[in-house]
């Protein structure tokens, strides 16, 4: 990417290409074109930006002209390539002040006036102000003169003295009330952001980088880099800063993520030492100056440069409901990264705000859409409740009004007069009222808020056992989970790697040897092999505490190895310090295709030496010599080779060893090896010994993959190591039993058998593996990935697998994106492993993945038990205000009454039955399938037998009620007439019968005890409660705005007798066998939301967004015109800089072709389940809309 723009242009294009003073935010000094060098350094940001954007042979010229050479730079930076900075306070604050920080600001929470106004656009809601409102209004009307009598007796009746003044109260109670729904939707909202926010942040803190500070090597926050830091990169690193490389060993970056180049770049210091912040290390190590940070790094240019738009876009934001936080969290994940883990992602952040992995994600495997179970099953079930309850209430309204016309002008013959009208238009309020009641209880807007509720609270609560949620929905689709793929090492063993046996001088040492009995010229070798050939940044320290193991520091393996050399009572500090890391002629650092990693040193007589270590079978190989007992070399035949693997290295592999060769060989110096033929350099070695090093089994994991198999999940292991090492550890395990029928393969074996002739992976020849494949040794990244993708796509079992899948490395990456879930682990992982993951172990410990099993299992049950408790209150309020108005022309409950019904049933319920912790007795039964209903035969036995128990009751109490209790009727009474006890014990009954079944509701699985743990859960208790309580205030002092007359302690204690009954029917309920109900079956499955994949979700997508798509077609246009005309800037803009670019124009058709894409397959989100309330709610990754044809 040559650039031969002139400088002049250069300066012009660093100015235009920076939208104005967003520099000057981030940066804290200097003008917002940097034009000064500020803080006395001998450079400026504006030349630094410049040099930055040139590449290969281009930035090697400028640095030559500029500055001399790196070093010359490295002095005006006032830095130093050994020592890097001193570290002073005020010298980091002056850098600051200068060059900037490495953070990106992050986009501005919602207040928590816009959640309001947000919650106010639910339509209900709307369509409830709009009554009460005129309600209001028609109450303080007065008609003129006295009531003509010609109005009938409509108005007539039990009117009191200065009883007719109170007409307004109801109107003000519904809008008081509607007022508690949005604050309380408004605070949670609030508090879900803000639970994002912190889990985003702790993310970003835990990001660190090692920088060199006076000589010590250090790690500190991504955020604490400053432009002049001495950086270490190694292998799996993410780049948070630019930089320019002083010094490098067999560097290779991924920049696909900036340049769109799929191909790895090899970085040199005499060729092209650029390195670029967002960009992945993929192989290799090295030391760089960091340049440019945060702003003014090359992703936060092109950050910065997308931002720009994004201030037009916020004035027409969307104005619905954030989808469930995965949006929010994606885009503060993109936004306030402190340049780190989600740097990549930032560059390719499109004018939509959802992010690309995501859109990546679903561009790539179409089947994924159906991500979260719940979230499909959840969207058609409220769709279908919705349109029931519309149904219901239009019914309601059309039969009140026919009713009452028919009977005043037909029966009675009244005509209509002018004066009467606003009698008349009230009695017609009252009903459209009534009916929107109904409305209101019948949608179950509550779901939304429970789903959210059960997610946050189990994030927060997962983060205690060690599983860092990054995508929501993985937290549920984990309780799905059929198959888990697992790494062995570290995350089923302990990654504490100790030499237990050895090989060397023709003997095998089945315990450490005395140095004694070691030659000392093999001993020498030995020692400065491990020494030199191994990554300086791996060392052992003392304990923390006496007496503890000593603390191993960087790659466990090589750990492992110097503590060989320390238990041989010799030391590899001194070797270390004599051949300091940039004596070191050249590194071939270990990659996964190598397998084996060499390091060459010049010796003192000008020839050179290249020490070689690696997995046993692939080194031995390379071995055409051995050292014997004296330490001399002798020739190491094939046949010694074959002897060798039967007799040392297969007994070591069964006991569970993982075997490691270690080697060297001497080259001359003239001529000079070509360092470039590996294949030349790496061969021929003399073996000095082959080592057996012991990863232990974590003591608890044994434990945790019984509960896994008990739980109907298979866990895989899926391991680089050899096939004999990996089936011990598999049957220490548990992975594996004596006696079953399993399968282990090794990768080529398992390649050999997926593929036909033509080398092409075939599904059905997968098929016939997976199913019995236990353990994948020897495998590859690709090998990883095709299982993950076998699985999942195959289609021999009836229900889709759900795959989790463990991985650390930085080629795992592209198996934990196909997988469901992608656990990262949280110690030994990559940067590259966590950005590709939905959550990240903590304690990289396999038990913590059972437990991510059982809060997702707990999810699905949690939402299952609001589900139940929410749809009998349902069908037995709407049932209630349908007849009782259809028959006696008014709703039993009020309108206010129901919004506290609505208030409990929605909001305190989903608080009460989402948070119950989950037990160990959830990991007793299979997963749920993706077809499985979500409402089972025994919920829906549940609903209708509770339902029944509540009708019978209420329609008793409503009709023969006033006789039972010698009271008046509540029934016909007129406009405005006072509070009935009547219809105040029905609203008390049902209220006292709703508290009781949402303890009944805290079991689904038909289990008898319901109390069972009911203490366990403090959240619960005080809900219950809590509402108890309020019921009794609303009832005794209520009065007139909740139609409550007080009651008197034998009504009381009635209303209570009934609510207890609801326990005592539960038991009757969980007595009849589910089977015996044929007439569930259909009800069951009549909800089914089973078949999300295909065309059915599009068309439910069509149902449920006709609504919005017109809402937004304006707004798609406006996002079309922006992103022309950031598409034209951006070209603009690169012309001028000719070339140095070329990657954004192409990243930005592909990512406009990406929104084209997604745009038609993205999931519904979370919330857009409110869409019966019409809550218009953008899905993730598809924050602007739908695309239109």
Not at 995 to 1007: D, M, V, Y
């Amino acid at each position: 990417m040559s650039t031969t723009a002139t400088m002049g242009e250069m300066a012009n294009s660093a100015v235009e290409f920076y939208p104005k003073g967003t520099r000057g935010g981030g940066g804290g000094g200097g003008r917002p074109d940097g034009s000064h060098a500020g803080g006395d350094f001998g450079v400026t940001v504006k030349e630094l930006r410049e040099l930055m954007e040139l590449r290969g042979a281009d930035a090697l010229q400028k640095i030559q002209d500029s500055y001399g050479d790196t070093e010359g730079l490295c002095q005006r930076l006032q830095s130093n390539t050994t020592d890097g900075l001193s570290g002073e306070p005020a010298d980091l604050e002056r850098r600051c002040q200068t060059f900037g920080q490495n953070f990106i600001p992050p986009k501005k929470p919602k207040t928590f006036l816009e959640l309001v106004w947000e919650a106010l656009q639910d339509v209900t809601l709307i369509i409830l102000e709009a009554a009460a409102i005129i309600s209001l209004g028609l109450s303080f009307y007065q008609p003129p003169g006295k009531e003509s009598e010609a109005c009938g007796n409509v108005s007539g009746g039990g009117e009191d003295e200065g009883e007719g003044d109170t007409g307004w109260i109801e109107g003000a109670a519904i809008l008081l009330s509607v007022v508690c729904v949005v604050l309380v939707t408004a605070f949670n909202d609030w508090s879900k952001e803000k639970q994002f926010r912190g889990l985003q942040s702790r993310i970003e803190q835990e990001q660190k980088f090692t920088v060199v500070r006076k000589g010590n090597v250090i790690q500190i926050p991504v955020a604490d880099m400053v432009v002049g830091d001495m950086a270490q990169v190694k292998y799996g690193d993410l780049l948070p800063a630019d930089g320019i490389l002083i010094q490098g060993n067999d560097l290779k970056i991924d920049e696909s993520s900036l340049t769109g180049e799929s191909d790895h770049v090899r970085k040199s210091v005499d060729k092209d030492p650029m390195l670029l912040s967002g960009t992945h290390v993929m192989e290799g190590s090295g030391r760089m100056l960091v340049t440019a940070v945060g702003v003014n790094s090359q992703t936060g240019i092109i950050f910065t440069l997308l931002g720009a738009g994004e201030m037009e876009e916020d004035g027409k934001e969307k104005k619905g409901k954030q989808p469930d936080g995965a949006v929010e969290n994606n885009q503060n994940k993109a936004k306030k990264q402190d340049g780190g883990v989600a740097m990549e992602m930032q560059p390719l952040k499109s004018a939509e705000g959802g992010e690309v992995e995501d859109r990546e994600k679903k561009k790539t495997n179409v089947p994924k859409k159906e991500k979260s179970v719940l979230q499909g099953k959840l969207t058609k079930l409220a769709v279908q409740i919705g349109k029931a309850g519309l149904v219901m209430s239009a019914i309601t309204v059309i039969i009140l009004v026919l009713y009452f016309v028919i009977n005043t002008f037909v029966v009675e013959g009244h005509a209509w007069l002018t004066e009467c009208t606003p009698v008349y238009i009230q009695y017609f309020v009252k009903f459209f009222i009534i009916g929107v009641t109904v409305l209101v209880v019948a949608v179950p807007e509550g779901l939304p808020l429970a789903v959210t509720i059960s997610l946050a609270y189990s994030v927060k609560k997962m983060m205690k056992d060690n599983n860092l949620v990054r995508h929501l929905d993985a937290c549920e689709t984990m309780g799905n989970a059929t198959a888990i793929c697992s790494d062995k090492t570290g995350t089923l063993t302990t990654n504490r790697m100790t030499v237990v046996q050895t090989y060397i001088g023709d003997l095998q040492h089945r315990v450490i040897p005395d140095p004694g009995q070691i030659s000392p010229r093999t001993l020498d070798l030995l020692v400065n092999a491990i020494a030199i050939n191994s990554a300086y940044t791996s060392k052992i320290l003392p304990p923390d505490v006496e007496g503890g193991l000593a603390k191993q520091v960087g790659n466990k393996t090589e750990c492992g190895l110097l503590g060989f050399v320390l238990d041989l009572q010799q030391d590899y500090a001194p070797v270390r310090e004599q051949i300091p890391e940039e004596r070191l002629y050249k590194v071939y650092t270990f990659n996964s295709v190598r397998k084996s990693m060499s390091t060459v040193i010049k010796l003192p007589d000008g020839s050179f030496r290249l020490y070689s270590k690696g997995a046993s079978e692939i080194m031995l190989k390379k071995c055409s010599y051995i050292l014997d007992a004296s330490g001399e070399s002798r020739s190491f035949r094939p046949r010694d080779r074959d002897e060798m693997v039967k007799q040392v290295i297969e007994p070591m592999a069964c006991e569970g060893l993982r075997t490691i060769c270690i080697a060297y060989r001497d080259l001359p110096s003239n001529p000079e090896p070509d360092w470039d033929n590996e294949a030349e350099i790496v061969t021929e070695l003399t073996c000095i010994t082959v080592v057996g090093i012991e990863d232990p089994v974590r003591p608890e994991v044994p434990e945790a993959i019984r509960k896994c198999q008990r739980a109907g999940i298979t866990v895989r292991m899926v391991t680089g190591d050899n096939i004999n090492t990996a089936r011990a550890i598999a049957a220490k395990c548990g992975i594996i039993h004596p006696g079953d029928d399993f399968i282990c393969l090794e990768g080529k074996d398992f390649n050999r058998r997926i593929r036909n002739e033509k080398g092409e992976i075939e599904q059905e020849r997968i098929d016939k593996i997976w199913p019995k494949l236990r353990v994948l040794a020897r495998s590859s990244p690709t090998d990883k990935h095709t299982l993950v993708k076998g699985i999942i796509d195959s289609s021999i079992v009836e229900q889709r697998q759900v795959v989790a899948v463990t991985g650390d490395g930085t080629n795992d990456g592209p198996a934990l994106k196909k997988a469901d879930v992608g656990f990262a682990m949280g110690i030994a992982g990559t940067d590259v492993a966590k950005e590709a993951s939905d959550i990240i172990l903590t304690d990289d410990n396999f038990s913590s993945i059972v437990k991510a099993v059982m809060w997702g299992r707990n999810v699905y049950d949690s939402i299952s038990k609001f589900l139940q408790f929410q749809l009998t209150v349902n069908v037995v309020a709407v049932i209630v205000a349908f007849t009782g108005a259809c028959i006696t022309q008014d709703s039993p409950l009020k309108a206010v009454q129901m919004l506290w019904v609505n208030l409990i049933m929605d909001t305190f319920a989903s608080l009460a039955l989402a948070t119950e912790p989950p037990t160990e007795a959830l990991l007793l039964r299979k997963p749920y399938g993706r077809n499985n209903p979500l409402i089972s035969l025994t919920m829906m036995k549940n609903i209708l037998g509770h339902g029944v128990y509540q009708l019978v009751i209420i329609f008793t109490l409503l009709f023969i009620g006033e006789r039972m209790f010698n009271i008046d009727s509540g029934r016909n009474a007129p406009l405005h007439s006072p509070p009935s006890e009547h219809y105040t014990i029905i609203f008390n009954t049902f209220v006292l019968m709703q508290l009781f079944n949402e303890i009944n509701a805290r079991k689904i699985h038909g289990e008898r005890n319901v109390f069972d743990g009911i203490f366990g859960n403090p959240i619960f208790c005080s809900i219950v409660l809590g509402t108890f309580a309020v019921q009794i205030v609303i009832v005794q002092w209520g009065g007139k705005p909740f139609s409550c007359a007080p009651l008197n302690v034998e009504q009381w204690l009635w209303c209570l007798f009934v609510g207890v009954g609801e326990l005592l029917w539960g038991q009757v309920i969980a007595t009849v066998p589910t089977e015996r109900l044929p007439c569930l079956k259909e009800a069951g499955l009549g909800l089914e939301p089973g078949e999300e994949e295909g065309e059915e979700l599009a068309e439910d997508e069509e149902e449920i967004d006709c609504a919005e798509r017109e809402l937004r077609r304006g707004q798609i246009l406006w996002f079309r015109g922006l992103n022309r005309i950031q598409t034209q800037m951006e070209v603009v803009s690169t012309f001028k800089r000719s070339g140095s670019f070329q990657g954004a124009v192409r990243r930005r058709s592909s990512v406009l072709s990406q929104l084209h894409d997604v745009n038609t397959i993205s999931t519904p989100s979370h919330v857009a389940l409110s869409t019966a309330t019409a809550n218009t709610s953008p899905a993730p990754g598809n924050a602007s809309g739908e695309s239109i044809p």
